[in-house]
């Protein structure tokens, strides 16, 4: 039991989840080690959402409403992080969910699927009851594309990814969103829009943007929306969440 008054309470809530998830069996033992180089990177931007970040948010939620067929891409770090609010996020982008995960089992798969039907989104993509295609030039069981989602998607969000898939993705002329807390890893640098915040805050504000844009009418408005996307230079957006560390 962590003790509310504990100054890194929310921090030791985020390890209580990772823990669980693993124990649990869907979290790969690696996610472990990915979720502690996460938090060195959040710790190091102060554990809170940039300015930076927030450009991100907005572009990559004009991107997803922009796309013909948008895709959320969760993994076992995802599912155990921020579930209820991915679910939330493809209901304000109408959005389709996908499990891809780097360390494919299917007991893995198997756990995930559930959470997401025991949550009411059934139309979970990239289970292990779905003929599955094969992304070229990806020698990973990450390649396992659903044809109706990541296959076919042209906006793809992928949080929390190792280095393998983004750039592929990007080759085969997707737009990749990613969220990642390390604003120099490849996936960062390769993908179209990075968003560098925490999953836990990122997630939510971009369904809070899509939201305010849909009751503006603004979800419909191509000019506004490709303008926000035009306007985004993922290298100037890493350049300054680089700034945003601070070693003291
Ligand atoms: O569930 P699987 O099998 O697909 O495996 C998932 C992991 C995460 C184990 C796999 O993709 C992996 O090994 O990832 P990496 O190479 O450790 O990269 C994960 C990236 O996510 C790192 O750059 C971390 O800094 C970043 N990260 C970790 N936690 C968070 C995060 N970014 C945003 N929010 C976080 N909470």
């Known amino acids: 039991m962590i003790p509310k008054t504990h100054p890194r309470y929310e921090s030791l809530l985020l390890r209580d989840k990772i823990k669980n998830a693993f124990k649990e069996g869907y979290l790969a033992d690696s996610g472990m080690i ?19 970040a ?23 770090n995802t599912t155990a992080l921020a579930i209820d609010e991915i679910i939330n996020l493809a209901k ?34 990239g289970t ?12 990973s ?11 076919t998607s042209d906006v793809m969000l992928v949080p929390l990814e190792d280095g393998d898939r983004a750039e592929v993705l990007v080759e085969n002329g997707k737009k990749i969103i990613a969220i990642d807390l390390n604003p120099v ?16 805050r990122a997630v939510p504000l971009m369904t809070k943007i899509a939201k305010e844009f849909k009751e503006k009418g603004l979800d419909k408005n191509t000019e506004f929306l ?21 070693l003291k």
């Open 141 to 151: 069981p990450r390649a396992t594309a659903s044809k109706d989602g990541s296959y």
């Open 92 to 125: 304000a982008t109408d959005s389709k969910i996908e499990i891809n995960l780097f360390y494919r089992t299917e007991e893995r798969v198997n756990i995930i699927t559930e959470m997401f039907k025991e949550r009411g989104w059934d139309e979970i993509l």
């Open 34 to 52: 990915a979720h502690g180089r996460g938090e060195t990177f959040d710790y190091l931007i102060g554990e809170k959402t940039t300015e930076t």
């Open 185 to 200: 890893s490849r996936t960062a640098k390769m993908s179209t829009i990075t968003i560098v915040d925490n999953i836990v």
């Open 128 to 139: 292990n009851d779905e003929k599955l295609e094969y992304i070229n030039n990806l020698n």
């Open 226 to 246: 490709e303008n926000i996307s035009n306007n985004f230079s993922n290298e100037e957006n890493l350049k300054d969440s680089l700034a945003a560390i601070k």
């Open 54 to 76: 927030k450009k991100a948010c907005e572009a990559a939620v004009a991107n997803l409403f922009l796309a013909k067929n948008p895709v959320l891409s969760v993994n076992g």
